[in-house]
């Protein structure tokens, strides 16, 4: 099926929002609509502009992260375990492959990075210390090596 490919495991972010709103709609009678639209937004999947901008405000599709957001939120069950479970049962039925599994911690713990709360101040002493090339003014220490602390202000410009 593959000339010389090499078959991998990948994560399926790419799908996941598809499968997941799916499953809802397979087993809810199609509220995933209800509450996600059906259209494409041309804009890249983070992107919150039409849903800042469009009335009524609901994402546009499940394939964006605010619909990816609100359709994993939709999937019943008493539990987050539960509610995984169903997804992973309904993803390995629609894959037709009983051996797909999770890198559930990975994920718990990227997500959980990306969720720390902070205020202006808390970003603006980080900013400080980026441009004090990883240095803290306050205590005198260096939190950053000075190459990485430069490296990141370089993605940071791009």
């Given amino acids: 099926m593959c000339g010389g490919c090499k078959w991998e495991n990948d994560p399926a972010e790419h799908i996941e929002s598809f499968d997941t709103c799916s499953c809802i709609n397979g087993k809810r009678g199609g509220i995933c609509f209800s509450y996600v639209g059906k259209e494409p937004t041309g804009d890249p999947f983070n992107s919150i502009t039409k849903l800042e901008t469009n009335k009524p405000s609901k994402p546009l599709n499940p394939m964006i992260n605010a619909?990816?957001?609100?359709?994993?939120?939709?999937?019943?069950?008493?539990?987050?375990?539960?509610?995984?479970?169903?997804?992973?049962?309904?993803?390995?039925?629609?894959?037709?492959?009983?051996?797909?599994?999770?890198?559930?911690?990975?994920?718990?713990?990227?997500?959980?990075?990306?969720?720390?709360?902070?205020?202006?101040?808390?970003?603006?002493?980080?900013?400080?210390?980026?441009?004090?090339?990883?240095?803290?003014?306050?205590?005198?220490?260096?939190?950053?090596?000075?190459?990485?602390?430069?490296?990141?202000?370089?993605?940071?410009?791009?």
């Fill in 67 to 158: 619909g990816a957001l609100t359709v994993t939120y939709m999937i019943a069950g008493d539990s987050e375990n539960e509610r995984f479970r169903l997804i992973l049962d309904f993803i390995r039925e629609l894959m037709q492959n009983p051996t797909i599994e999770n890198v559930e911690d990975l994920i718990e713990l990227y997500s959980k990075q990306c969720a720390n709360e902070m205020d202006s101040q808390d970003l603006a002493r980080i900013g400080c210390v980026l441009a004090m090339n990883g240095k803290d003014l306050l205590t005198g220490k260096q939190i950053i090596p000075g190459d990485i602390a430069r490296i990141c202000k370089t993605f940071m410009v791009t």
